[in-house]
């Protein structure tokens, strides 16, 4: 069988991985699963996670972020429970600990089950501990019931299970005489589903290695300078798919199941654009999941998590709270390199719902342009934007739905409403002539937010944002662009942080206060190129992917002064990875080369 996987693919794309993923900051998981295999640093032991928010437990949306392991100091043991030291080697689809005993594997039997191969002709084991509030032991031979589900088997004898009451926890021991293709499993589920019979740890295995091989085989080439790390990129997209579960309807993939729980609005419209290129339909569902919860009023939620949604918050103020409007713009990507009309019909309606709920609901004084009543709807929570007070009309929300118009009439277009792709052209034209009349400002070249009427006094690149609609006069274009190719404001070799370096506001490491992010170098990317500003688009999107590369690992945002990751930014991070792969495939197509580069 393993002779027959290597066949499949004629790039090692698995091998790229080897000893890539660290697992003291990224967990080792799978396709589907919630479960989070991670190293404690300098430590020989590992801590298994849940990417679940399980507030019926502990109620509240961010307990899930200081809550313990769920299985703690988890350890290989010898035959007298001794704690066996460890080298590791990593891969997508399997952890080796090294021991003075023989060689322990861990993969994935199920996205509910970790199996565990065991050195063959030792007596040897695991040892774990579950917190006490977290579990209780009963009866039966091989549970314990906890917040989830928790059984063993092995195919090969248990000579001892014990278990021993011990400060916040309760430590279980489970030593096996193991013969060849030994395995030892521990299952996690919400439900009583577990299967006793184990099979070879072999199997197991090599099932694991199809399951990636499978997934890097579906990936489009790429040219040789972009491959390590597009693989890695590739990797971090399936890692962070979980399947469906309560109000997660559909298999989707959050932003990092390390970090952030749940599936946001916009980061699901920019993993579908990478999406795409392996799987359409999938790519179809990070949509549909989010549209599957569109509330009355055509809102649709911030996140959607498996026990409920996220629609309105009490920091730092309660209001309603989603993401800016991007699916549309999502949809017609995907409808471009895929087309389905059933599909733009199943979501035309739904969407052009959300477009009347920005206007109907977000213009306070019925001017015609929206503003933001929550910071956290821009997905820019803590900009200096919004350091003056809410409501703010931001340009970056204005063309967002200048776009998402846009975006409606194509669709439109395609499903032979014609007479309803005029009226979308028109309010979308109508929009931009709004935003050049009362947010442009022509003194300071750039578009002004505006709070209580007033400029904000800082300078972003939201200011800039209106540039990609491509529908600005030329004399604005110019002006645009000459802030953005500053270098006291934007342009210096780690481009664009998200607030000018020369603004008070500006901090290099501060999430939205001026780090880079993938994301909106991609949009300013696009703006550029619909501008005919193909060589500085060509050139930002150069240096992005050059950011990405020099760092190890994918990561949520980047420092603005020396291009690394911040202690806060999050790794493992979805729309970075989507970018990634966007851009390098782009730069791939433009030079021509492929896969025999």
């Known amino acids: 069988m393993v002779e027959e996987s290597s066949r499949v693919t004629s790039y090692p794309y698995p091998e790229l991985l080897r000893n890539k993923i660290d697992i003291t900051r990224v967990p080792f998981s799978d396709r589907g699963s919630r479960i989070l295999v991670f190293r404690i640093p300098g430590k ?32 290989f043991v010898d035959v007298d429970g001794n704690a066996l030291d460890f080298d590791l080697t990593t891969s997508a689809e399997r952890l080796q600990f090294h021991t003075s005993i023989g060689d322990f594997q861990l993969v994935f039997q199920d996205q509910n089950t970790l199996a565990f191969g065991l050195p063959p002709g030792k007596t040897c084991g695991l040892r774990f501990r579950i917190r006490k509030e977290f579990c209780r032991t009963t009866d039966i031979d091989g549970a314990f019931k906890t917040i989830r589900n928790v059984s063993y088997a092995t195919n090969n004898p248990v000579i001892k299970h014990w278990t021993a009451t011990a400060g916040d926890g309760i430590d279980f021991n489970l030593i096996v005489q193991s013969h060849d293709d030994c395995a030892l499993t521990l299952h996690i589920s919400p439900m009583d589903d577990f299967n006793p019979q184990v099979p070879s740890f072999s199997l197991m295995k090599r099932n694991a290695e199809t399951r990636w091989l499978e997934w890097f085989n579906k990936i489009p080439p790429i040219a040789e300078q972009y491959r390590e790390k597009y693989v890695y990129a590739w990797w971090v997209m399936a890692n962070n798919l979980v399947s469906p579960l309560g109000y997660v309807t559909h298999e989707a993939m959050m932003p990092t199941k390390a970090y952030y729980v749940g599936l946001w609005l916009w980061d699901n419209a920019l993993h579908s654009i990478a999406l795409r290129h392996v799987d359409i339909e999938l790519a179809r569902n990070q949509l549909r999941v989010m549209l599957a919860h569109q509330l009355s009023n055509g809102m649709l939620p911030d996140v959607v998590f498996d026990e409920g949604l996220i629609t309105e918050l009490d920091h730092p103020f309660h209001a309603a709270v989603t993401k800016p409007p991007i699916l549309t713009w999502a949809a017609i990507k995907l409808h471009e390199s895929h087309p389905d009309l059933n599909f733009l019909g199943e979501i035309y309606d739904p969407l052009v719902r959300c477009n009347n709920w920005w206007f109907e609901l977000n213009d306070d004084d019925e001017d015609g342009l929206v503003q933001y009543n929550h910071p956290f709807s821009s997905g820019l929570d803590n900009n200096p934007l919004w350091d003056h007070g809410m409501p703010v009309k931001s340009p970056d929300i204005n063309t967002y739905l200048t776009i998402q118009m846009d975006c409606l009439a194509s669709i439109a277009d395609a499903l032979g409403k014609k007479g309803e792709a005029v009226k979308w052209r028109a309010r979308s034209n109508a929009l931009v002539d709004r935003m050049i009349e009362d947010l442009w400002d022509k003194e300071a070249g750039l578009f002004q937010a505006l709070y209580n009427g007033k400029p904000v006094p800082v300078v972003t690149p939201f200011n800039l944002y209106p540039l990609w609609t491509g529908k600005l006069p030329t004399t604005i274009i110019n002006r645009l662009i000459q802030h953005l190719r500053n270098p006291d404001e934007f342009w210096c070799e780690y481009v664009l942080p998200t607030v000018a370096r020369n603004d008070p506001a500006y901090n290099h490491e501060a999430m939205w206060r001026g780090p880079v992010w993938a994301n909106i170098n991609y949009f300013f990317i696009e703006a550029l190129q619909k501008t005919g500003e193909f060589d500085l688009a060509r050139e930002l999107r150069n240096k992005t992917l050059e950011l990405i590369m020099a760092n190890t690992g994918i990561y949520e945002y980047y420092s603005s002064e020396n291009g690394k990751p911040p202690l806060s930014a999050a790794p493992m991070f979805g729309w970075t990875s989507a970018v990634f792969i966007e851009l390098s495939l782009q730069a791939t197509k433009e030079l021509g080369s492929g896969e025999q580069s």
């Open 44 to 75: 020989n032991k590992l801590y298994i996670k849940l990417a679940e928010r399980l507030i019926s437990l502990e109620p509240g949306l961010e307990a899930y972020f200081n809550r313990p392991p769920f299985i703690d100091d988890l350890r």
